[in-house]
């Protein structure tokens, strides 16, 4: 097989990208190691940025967002048993959507099968060839047969444990990064959500997010030992807990019921750099990882495909500035996310290892953020997420 771009991956970013590629006339395949159904059952967050949501108008996969997506015009942080808002859209204009990252992948498989644009799933042994010369490969095992695409360019979207970035001679890569001494419970269910935009909690027990994937499905997290099991954590204890962070008013609001799905996520920060090597590019987790604490993951993932997808298609008209200025720009916009990432992963959560002291420097921080409004518009800022 031959194609202009192979997109190793097919989760939001390989798909995207796909999406974007395909709207600018140019050809591109999917692999992806997984089974769809496999890829569709990742349970993700769902805080778009207005950036996210135009690139999906742009690739004409917005229709259901649309219709069902929820526009949030700003959240709450809790500390100290209050609830204090901030004004996203007073304080920048911009607004963010909620809308599940498996509902965005679903959206963008639907619409590939039905451009009939070629994808891969299921193939094993997945490599990349040649990146560092001029005929760059993919080859992969489908049903026991070896097949190969021959492409001008890579990218891989194959995530953080994917074999693109794997790939990459070691000397040539320079990674940063910072492992987290907790995780984030998470529980699904059906039930209404306990307040109509997404609370951040900062309690002694440990942080909590009350959050949403629709108006009937609700997302709640609870901070925990990195080392717990999800068996020790039944659907009560988790309602149980989740009260106990939550101020009373509101604990009292929260409706429960049994869990759809409960998993323990770890945290970490890490970027590596640079995201080209040749004719190889790397995007979304492939290149980066965030706390889920700022809802950037999916959003910097578009991020980069945006970039990705104008700088290929420029190529193909006699352009490859965008090609060279690719991880520059990309990791420009990156290192930001990441900055606003740590810090208020750093804000909320409980940190034994810092004591009375630590707790008394995140509620001043947290007093001096909601006295000034131009603190609020700092965070206003990143939440809504920044330009490309």
Not at 258 to 270: G, M, N, Q, T, Y
Request: contains cysteine; proline residues 4%.
């Amino acid at each position: 097989m031959k194609t202009q771009v192979a997109i190793v991956g097919a989760g939001p970013a390989g798909l995207l990208l796909g999406a974007l590629l395909h709207r600018r006339g140019v050809d591109n395949i999917v692999v992806e190691q997984r089974s769809a159904e496999y890829v569709l059952g990742r349970i993700r967050a769902g805080v778009l940025e207005q950036i996210t949501v135009d690139l999906l108008a742009e690739a004409g996969i917005d229709a259901r967002l649309r219709a069902e997506g929820l526009p949030h015009d700003g959240f709450e942080m809790c500390f100290g048993g209050q609830r204090h808002r901030i004004d996203l859209f007073g304080l920048t204009g911009r607004r963010v959507t909620v809308y599940g990252q498996t509902e965005v992948t679903h959206d963008l498989m639907d619409a590939r099968t039905a451009q009939g644009q070629p994808s891969v799933y299921e193939a094993q042994q997945v490599s990349v060839h040649g990146f560092d010369g001029s005929t760059p490969r993919v080859r992969y095992l489908k049903d026991g047969r070896a097949e190969e695409i021959e492409c001008d360019f890579i990218a891989g979207c194959d995530g953080f444990h994917g074999v693109c970035r794997a790939s990459v001679p070691a000397a040539a890569l320079r990674s940063f990064e910072k492992v987290y001494a907790f995780g984030w419970l998470g529980l699904l269910a059906d039930v209404p959500p306990v307040a109509h935009e997404l609370i951040y909690v900062n309690h002694e027990r440990g942080f909590a997010l009350c959050s949403m994937r629709s108006k009937t499905r609700s997302r709640y997290y609870l901070q925990c030992a990195l080392d717990d099991d999800v068996a020790h954590w039944s659907d009560d204890t988790f309602w149980a807990e989740l009260k106990r962070r939550l101020p009373p008013e509101t604990a009292r609001h929260l409706v429960t019921g049994p869990s759809l799905e409960k998993s323990i996520a770890p945290l970490r920060s890490f970027v590596t750099e640079p995201m080209r090597f040749g004719r190889l590019f790397l995007a979304g987790d492939a290149a980066h990882i965030v706390p889920p604490t700022g809802a950037k993951g999916l959003n910097l993932a578009a991020g980069d495909v945006a970039l990705l997808s104008r700088a290929l298609a420029e190529h193909y008209r006699g352009h490859d500035e965008g090609i060279e200025n690719y991880s520059q720009r990309a990791l420009a916009r990156v290192w930001k996310a990441e900055r606003f990432s740590w810090w208020l992963t750093g804000l909320m959560h409980h940190f034994p290892e810092n004591g009375e002291f630590g707790a008394k420097m995140q509620h001043a921080e947290l007093d001096y953020l909601f006295d000034s409004r131009a603190a609020q518009h700092v965070v206003a800022e990143n939440y809504v997420g920044l330009a490309l």
